[in-house]
């Protein structure tokens, strides 16, 4: 678990870095904001999912992969409700807000997986 925070802060600093300057150009500073609130939205949804699978990182290779996968459902409902909630408060634009919500869900997604896929990999390299 301690390998995955250091790839999921270089995601959201790459994807924070990365998509300033489109966004403010496009919205403007709230647009920007609505970035970093939809950043947290999706870190919401992938800390849902870590909760679960945490409690499993033990497991031989084939249950701890389908429960990752099992997560998702709510990984997505979190992330979702988190930027419907922040879509209410009515503080950031819709379109950037929604659109940075879907973007850092699969980029921390992709994150999520890529470690899943080392610690599978040293599972099976320990267990030869």
């Given at each position: ?90 503080y ?29 990999k ?7």
């Amino acid at each position: 678990m301690a390998r995955l925070w250091p790839r999921i802060a270089v995601v959201l600093a790459i994807g924070l870095a990365g998509g300033c300057w489109p966004t403010w150009h496009f919205a403007g500073s709230p647009g920007v904001t609505a970035m970093a609130v939809a950043a947290g939205a999706a870190l919401l949804g992938l800390g849902a999912g870590l909760i679960i699978l945490a409690r499993k990182t033990q497991e031989p290779g084939p249950k701890l992969a389908m429960t990752f996968l099992l997560t998702a459902p709510i990984r997505m409902t979190v992330t979702l409700a988190a930027a419907i909630a922040a879509w209410l408060a009515g503080y950031w634009p819709v379109l950037p807000l929604m659109i940075w919500t879907v973007v850092f869900y699969l980029l921390l997604l992709a994150a999520e997986a890529n470690w899943l896929t080392s610690l599978l990999k040293s599972q099976a390299a320990r267990s030869e």
